[in-house]
């Protein structure tokens, strides 16, 4: 059954509830409480109340864990139902989180935009979840979908070369590009798009600056893949002036 979100939840950047198109501020406990829900779905009491409370005695921890909820800005329905030892996030509340790792799953399944419209906004922009907290959950959590979304971008850029869209496959590129500066897979797509128009010479300039780029960092270089791609596309001697192999 869907359910109507009643309010929305930003994990990606920074902690932003919001309903009916107005931010909500939550007391510290109530974003914690909030936050490590939605990254876990749903939590037992007891758990809850030791992670959220650690330095706390066990009684004045689970009575925090009572009042807090309560706490919460409420509308018609609660954010956070209390319901035996397990609380959850209300289905009626939208976690970005989850709506990308249902898009980025949805993408690597071949659901792609259609002729016309954009790339799934949450791809492209990619805000990391909660910059500043450094929890072991939220920077276990930070890096699965950090990497989700790249593999999502990789194979939204391949199936878009398929289509032939061109100018949507470049803004995907980049974005994967932007998230990870040497993720060469995106790279290799920026140079493929060059040859495939003709752009020769910016195909070779994109590469040499990845090249560069990747000789920063010890041991890093263009793989095979990436240097065959330019060297079968271009004649030899353009190929052996620019040092491709």
């Not at 939605?38 to 689970?62: F, M």
């Not at 259609?114 to 949450?122: M, T, V």
């Not at 959590?141 to 032939?164: F, K, M, P, V």
């Not at 079968?232 to 002036?241: D, I, S, T, Y």
Request: one cysteine or more; proline letters at 8%.
């Amino acid at each position: 059954m869907n359910v109507t979100p009643s309010a929305q939840l930003r994990l990606l950047g920074p902690f932003r509830l919001e309903r009916g198109g107005r931010t909500i501020e939550p007391c510290r406990n109530g974003r914690r409480l909030l936050a490590l829900l939605s990254l876990r779905e749903s939590v037992a009491r007891t758990v809850l109340a030791g992670t959220l409370w650690p330095e706390a005695t066990e009684e004045h921890a689970r009575g925090s864990l009572r009042t807090t909820p309560w706490k919460l800005p409420r509308g018609e329905l609660p954010l956070v139902p209390c319901r035996g030892d397990v609380l959850t996030v209300a289905p009626s509340l939208r976690v970005d989180i989850h709506v990308l790792t249902r898009t980025a799953l949805g993408v690597m399944a071949g659901c792609v935009p259609q002729p016309g419209h954009r790339p799934p906004h949450g791809l492209l922009t990619g805000e990391d979840l909660l910059p500043g907290r450094d929890e072991d959950r939220v920077l276990l959590e930070r890096g699965r979908l950090r990497q989700l979304r790249l593999h999502a971008l990789d194979s939204l850029a391949e199936t878009l070369i398929g289509q032939g869209r061109t100018a949507l496959v470049m803004e995907v590129a980049w974005a994967g590009i932007r998230a990870e500066p040497l993720r060469e897979s995106a790279h290799r797509v920026v140079a493929s798009v060059r040859l495939t128009e003709g752009d020769t010479g910016e195909a070779i300039c994109h590469y040499v600056m990845f090249r560069t780029l990747s000789n920063e960092e010890p041991g890093v270089e263009p793989s095979f893949r990436f240097t065959r791609l330019l060297a079968e596309r271009l004649p030899p001697r353009v190929a052996a002036g620019h040092h491709v192999p």
